[in-house]
């Protein structure tokens, strides 16, 4: 997927189809979508991240590709919008309010160095066990945090100590991302 890549028509069909797939729902009715092109019938991962008014409303993805990237979309940006349990469902009052974000990931390359991470470039994904966490790679850029703090935070996303990012037996995996939204 190095080559991978979107253009504006794709870009501007993911936004319609996320925002398509929310006020369908919340309209109460069969969401109507255009035909993906080529590039969105590719296996990617993606997340939805939803703002209202600069606030962080909803997040929901797929960290690896499990279906075409359109479908994935039409999931997660539902799922963001309804079934993030850090929030309530989406309100309609508060469609018109929502921003729209995407990231369709790259494929995880496991790091044998943190040294490897570029913050603002890479999102993390550790597992130690059961437990696994991620964190995009602009959540480091928004938040102004450097390397080990992206990790930290990763780190207790995954449930586990700050610090299990220096474990042997945690593992992390690194990724990029094209990301683009409303504003």
């Given at each position: 997927?190095?080559?991978?890549?979107?253009?504006?028509?794709?870009?501007?069909?993911?936004?319609?189809?996320?925002?398509?797939?929310?006020?369908?729902?919340?309209?109460?009715?069969?969401?109507s979508?255009?035909?993906?092109?080529?590039?969105?019938?590719?296996?990617?991962?993606?997340?939805?991240?939803?703002?209202?008014?600069?606030?962080?409303?909803?997040?929901?993805?797929?960290?690896?590709?499990?279906?075409?990237?359109?479908?994935?979309?039409?999931?997660?940006?539902?799922a963001?919008?309804f079934?993030?349990?850090?929030?309530?469902?989406?309100?309609?009052d508060?469609?018109?309010?929502?921003?729209?974000?995407?990231?369709?990931?790259?494929?995880?390359?496991?790091?044998?160095?943190?040294?490897?991470?570029?913050?603002g470039?890479?999102?993390?994904?550790?597992?130690?066990?059961?437990?696994?966490?991620?964190?995009?790679?602009?959540?480091?850029?928004?938040?102004?945090?450097?390397?080990?703090?992206f990790?930290?935070?990763t780190?207790?996303?995954?449930?586990?100590?700050?610090?299990?990012?220096?474990?042997?037996?945690?593992?992390?995996?690194?990724?990029?991302?094209?990301?683009?939204?409303?504003?």
């Open positions: 997927m190095s080559e991978f890549t979107l253009d504006a028509h794709d870009r501007e069909l993911l936004l319609k189809t996320a925002r398509e797939s929310i006020t369908a729902k919340l309209e109460g009715r069969a969401p979508y255009n035909d993906p092109t080529a590039a969105l019938l590719e296996e990617c991962g993606a997340f939805v991240t939803l703002h209202v008014k600069g606030r962080l409303r909803g997040c929901i993805g797929r960290i690896t590709g499990v279906e075409p990237l359109f479908e994935t979309i039409k999931d997660m940006a539902a963001s919008a079934q993030d349990p850090r929030f309530p469902p989406l309100s309609p508060e469609l018109s309010d929502i921003d729209i974000e995407i990231s369709v990931l790259t494929p995880l390359k496991k790091i044998d160095t943190i040294d490897s991470i570029e913050v470039k890479h999102g993390i994904y550790i597992s130690n066990g059961t437990y696994s966490g991620v964190l995009l790679p602009q959540v480091a850029t928004e938040q102004g945090w450097d390397r080990d703090t990790l930290t935070h780190c207790y996303k995954a449930g586990l100590k700050g610090t299990c990012w220096k474990d042997p037996k945690t593992e992390i995996s690194s990724f990029s991302a094209i990301v683009f939204g409303e504003k």
